[in-house]
């Protein structure tokens, strides 16, 4: 059974950072592309993030490029998220996902960017 396990949420500030984490297990972890999802009050979710099997490959959304760094630690099946440079329009809630579009995907963590 997968389960993915989402932490580190928080209320921040703008220009602030927060690392979410993501621990995996149920599935083959070192096979698996990993994801990071959101979806913000009143809109769909929207992909963020994903990291490739090794960790050295690793693609994001324009709207978080340059401020987001996605990574994996495949000795402890995790996956984290790097938010730096946060702004208000990243309040969310941040999902971990075996897949793009979040169809398998934890319970999630929320992200309030906030003054």
């Known amino acids: 059974q997968v389960q993915l396990v989402e932490s580190g949420g928080g209320l921040v500030r703008p220009g602030g950072s927060l690392r979410l984490s993501c621990e995996a297990s149920g599935f083959t972890f070192t096979s698996s592309w990993m994801y990071w999802v959101r979806q913000a009050p009143g809109k769909e979710l929207e992909w963020v993030s994903g990291?490739?099997?090794?960790?050295?490959?690793?693609s994001y959304a324009p709207s978080v490029k340059g401020r987001f760094t996605i990574s994996r630690d495949n000795a402890k099946n995790t996956v984290s998220l790097e938010m730096n440079s946060l702004k208000p329009e990243d309040t969310a809630v941040y999902y971990c996902?075996?897949?793009?579009?979040?169809?398998?995907r934890g319970k999630g963590t929320l992200v309030t960017v906030s003054s």
């Open positions: 990291v490739g099997v090794n960790g050295f490959i690793t």
């Open positions: 996902a075996k897949d793009p579009d979040g169809a398998v």
